[in-house]
């Protein structure tokens, strides 16, 4: 069975500042694991997706993620916040067989002037 | 213009009454999605459709039916509209990955539904 795990259902930052949004899955197999951004009163966007390549994968706007198996974890990291990244974001593995795809709740990012 | 729209954008209705949500899509994908998201839950599936004459069940699905009419329209209905279906909701497309099962497909999502039933 696959899930994920966000770790943080809010996070809070300065502009300028880092951001690490941790993400956790479970999976029985490889997964596929994607990063998506909602801006308030907008659809989901994809920040990046890891599809068994590189496990360091470059998405837009500066945002990066590892997948590390020994951890299970897929952590969506990027180096300076700005006040435009405030939006609520998605961890979100792929469903093997059946091509579901699993949400975690969210992360909701606050950037602070 | 948008690949996936979704129509209404807003809507308020009433327990008991029947309501239909449309997607739309240009992307040219076979495969479909109804979400709905409420705070804090993320994204849950409602049904899924790989095709016109597939239709499958999502994790909650009761209360909910679903028309794929061609491959761009995919709708949602709600037989019998009640409060705790008030909520935000999504259609989705994905293509096939270039792998077929292990290839990683992305879903492209429209702009949302926000219904609210009273």
Not at chain 2, 1 to 23: F, S
Not at chain 2, 89 to 116: E, H, I, M
Request: glycine letters at 8%; hydrophobic letters at 30%.
């Amino acid at each position: 069975a696959q899930s994920v795990t966000q770790l943080d259902s809010h996070v809070s930052v300065s502009e300028g500042t880092p951001v690490l949004l941790r993400c956790n899955y479970s999976s029985s197999y490889s997964p596929s694991l994607f990063w998506y951004v909602q801006h308030p009163n907008k659809g989901l966007q994809l920040l990046l997706k890891y599809t068994s390549a590189a496990t360091l994968v470059k998405g837009i706007n500066g945002f990066e993620a590892e997948f590390k198996k020994s951890e299970t974890s897929f952590h969506l990291t990027k180096p300076s916040a700005h006040m435009s990244d405030a939006a609520e974001y998605f961890c979100v593995v792929r469903g093997y067989n059946f091509n579901k795809f699993y949400f975690g709740s969210g992360t909701k990012l606050n950037v602070k002037p | 213009d948008a690949d996936v729209t979704q129509t209404p954008r807003n809507r308020i209705t009433k327990t008991g009454k029947r309501i239909m949500l449309e997607c739309s899509q240009t992307k040219g994908h076979d495969r479909m999605y109804w979400y709905r998201q409420d705070p804090g839950l993320g994204l849950r599936l409602i049904y899924y459709s790989f095709d016109v004459k597939d239709i499958n069940k999502g994790e909650i699905s009761d209360g909910y039916s679903v028309s794929r009419q061609a491959q761009a329209k995919f709708s949602l209905s709600l037989e019998s509209a009640i409060p705790n279906q008030t909520a935000l909701y999504f259609c989705a497309t994905s293509d096939l990955g270039t792998s077929g099962g292990a290839g990683a497909d992305t879903q492209y999502f429209g702009p949302g539904t926000r219904l609210t039933v009273l």
